[in-house]
């Protein structure tokens, strides 16, 4: 399809959504995000329906799911369970505020993902996205720290190569360059630690990677820099996926909780991809051993079917919250949709079908499947310079063509895409994290497909 092709698109917009369009639709007026829009206009690729494992694209061409659409649709796509308790939601209670008022299917949800959180992550507040589970939780923190009487506590420390979204504080506190010089100073104290990739020492490692744990005594050395008592909190991604899959060293998790426990930092786990099963266990935070005193989600949460975020804080910061006068607002912060019934009705359903279909747990069962299939695309290409994964994510990193970077990559996305897989690509780097329904079969598939790709590529 083309830009020539509107009236046909127009008309695929009324077939999939139900909708009695006259005029055609153009492409122009959507401005897409992480996008080079003129290149994607003269050259769309365009997913109209989905089903399981599969989209399809407007020719009705099957497209197998590498990446849960954006590591969050880990149930698979249009599970009937979960489409149902939204519409049903939907004509029963639309919209209910929660700002001094409420409704109860946040209340329901947020005890029953307790049920499931590492202790004690015992209380949930709602957002819609991942972004603002993060500047959520970035505010709680130094709201504590000064209820507590340590209002200098201010300075908040990310990581190299992170990403939190683009809030002004998820920004600030990650660590891509292209994220963030376009857009000023950001937040003022703010630091980061070195990252943990290290493809000199750890190529082509299997899971966790060997070497890297003395890492984490950067932050010793950023406490140290700024003084321990000005610092609020560090944020981490357990397992980062936007900026193509870095992986925790053993131990390395551990001895940055016992940093942060020694100067009373605060320690926030963004969990917005790792969380709702994609490495084997409700949340990386269990499977690694590690309980941060925040923990970020989003995406998994529905399912992705209606966006809503989450943030778990434990019981010793939302007690300190609970200690003022009882009509005083403890948290001056929220959003009109916190807690949205359509979004709590679709994580309901999803969280019933994780946990009646095993889905918590698939990702271990698969691991090694996954990494074998994975691993074996190491001769596909000879641009291949590392392969990471960790539960049902994977990783393929291509060097860089001379000049070009990004180049191999993008060629992978769009011959993948022609081809019937959907990838994910940051740079040239091409993750994998397909839903978690994925059957061997499907992994057969994705490697064939995506080894084919590789071969093509200079
Ligand atoms: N944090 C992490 C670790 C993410 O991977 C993402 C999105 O990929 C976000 C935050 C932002 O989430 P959203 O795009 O829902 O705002």
Same mark, same amino acid.
């Given at each position: ?7 046909? !698109? ?13 005029? +055609? ?36 061409? +099957? ?123 950001? !937040? ?25 744990? #003395?890492?984490?005594?950067? !932050? ?36 940055? @909780? ?66 003022? +006068? ?70 393929? #990193?291509?060097? +860089? ?17 022609? @081809? ?19 059957? @061997? ?18």
């Amino acid at each position: 399809m083309n830009r020539n092709d509107d009236a046909s !698109l127009s008309a695929l917009a009324g077939q999939y959504a139900g909708l009695n369009l006259s005029a +055609p639709v153009s492409l122009d007026a959507f401005w897409m995000p992480f996008t080079a829009n003129r290149q994607f206009r003269a050259s769309p690729r365009l997913l109209a329906s989905a089903e399981g494992m599969y989209y399809r694209d407007v020719e009705g061409r +099957p497209i197998l799911d590498g990446t849960a659409g954006l590591w969050c649709c880990n149930a698979g796509h249009a599970r009937p369970r979960i489409v149902e308790a939204v519409s049903r939601q939907g004509a029963t209670l639309d919209f209910a505020p929660h700002f001094q008022m409420g409704s109860p299917l946040p209340f329901v949800l947020a005890q029953r993902l307790k049920a499931i959180a590492p202790r004690p992550l015992d209380h949930v507040f709602f957002t819609n996205s991942g972004s603002e589970s993060v500047d959520t939780a970035l505010k709680i923190a130094l709201a504590w720290h000064r209820m507590r009487g340590e209002g200098q506590r201010v300075r908040l420390i990310g990581r190299e190569k992170a990403y939190h979204g683009v809030g002004f504080g998820g920004m600030s506190v990650g660590g891509l360059p292209n994220n963030r010089k376009w857009f000023g100073p950001g !937040l003022p104290a703010v630091d980061h630690l070195r990252h943990t990739l290290d493809i000199a020492r750890n190529a082509f490692s299997r899971g966790l990677p060997p070497h890297g744990v #003395e890492l984490a005594e950067d !932050l010793e050395r950023i406490v140290q820099l700024h003084d321990p008592s000005t610092i609020a909190a560090v944020i981490i991604e357990p397992i980062s996926g936007s900026a193509g899959v870095i992986l925790p060293p053993p131990g390395y998790l551990q001895r940055i @909780r016992e940093i942060c426990d020694r100067y009373g930092i605060l320690l926030i786990f963004d969990e917005v991809i790792t969380g709702f099963g994609r490495v084997g266990a409700p949340f990386a935070a269990q499977r690694l051993g590690v309980v941060p005193d925040m923990m970020t989600t989003a995406k998994g949460l529905t399912s992705g079917c209606v966006p809503m975020g989450a943030v778990f804080v434990s019981e010793r910061i939302h007690e300190a919250f609970m200690q003022g +006068p009882e009509g005083a607002i403890d948290l001056f912060h929220g959003y009109t949709y916190t807690g949205h019934p359509l979004a709590c009705a679709a994580a309901l359903a999803a969280l019933d079908t994780y946990e009646e279909e095993g889905l918590f747990t698939r990702a271990l069962e698969l691991e090694e499947y996954w990494q074998e299939g994975l691993h074996a695309l190491r001769g596909a290409c000879p641009h291949i310079i590392d392969i990471r994964n960790y539960g049902l994510i994977g990783a393929v #990193e291509l060097a +860089p063509r001379p000049g070009a970077p990004g180049a191999r990559g993008y060629e992978v996305l769009e011959r993948a895409f022609r @081809r019937g897989l959907l990838v994910r690509v940051t740079g040239d780097t091409v993750a994998l994290s397909p839903p978690l329904i994925v059957e @061997r079969t499907h992994i057969d598939d994705i490697f064939s497909m995506l080894g084919e790709v590789l071969a093509t590529i200079q």
